[in-house]
């Protein structure tokens, strides 16, 4: 930024800065892009508002979305990472309870997170169904 104290670019292949050892940040850290390979397990790798339609309305820049019809979910994509079972958690929040869904499913496809919903109809059978949701990925 213009206002800044002290500003760091760099014009070649590398860091700008590398940190050996300890840093501390007295106020409000703000990250343009998305964190590489965080020492800290408690970081988020990846974060967003998905709406109903599969649309990302905010989030992390390194996530995209798509609904899709055929199967009812949702396909996030989080640039740079191949999305697994095993080595990622993510905790999904739906954003309305008139959303009538019952539980919330992440699994992966192709590199990619799936969500979907799954409610129980009055008649005693289960369906998909979409909701707009919260949700926050983590890289063991």
């Given amino acids: 930024s213009s206002s800044a ?11 700008a800065l590398h940190v050996s ?13 998305a964190i590489s390979n965080p020492s800290f397990p ?23 979305s798509q609904w899709h ?13 191949s999305y697994n079972d095993y080595e990622y958690v993510t905790l999904v929040t739906l954003m309305y309870d008139s959303c009538g869904n019952d539980s919330a499913h992440g699994a992966q496809s192709d590199g990619k997170l799936l969500v ?9 059978y289960f369906y998909r169904s979409s909701c707009p949701f919260q949700f926050i990925t983590f890289k063991q």
């Fill in 5 to 15: 104290a002290l500003n760091l670019s760099n014009t070649g292949g590398g860091e």
């Fill in 21 to 33: 050892g300890s840093a501390v940040v007295d106020g409000d850290l703000t990250v343009n892009g």
């Fill in 42 to 64: 408690l970081m988020p790798l990846a974060f967003g508002y998905i709406g109903s339609d599969g649309n990302k309305i905010s989030g992390s820049s390194n996530v995209s």
């Fill in 69 to 81: 019809s055929g199967d009812e979910s949702y396909r996030i994509t989080i640039s740079g990472h």
């Fill in 116 to 124: 979907d919903f799954i409610s129980l109809h009055p008649d005693g």
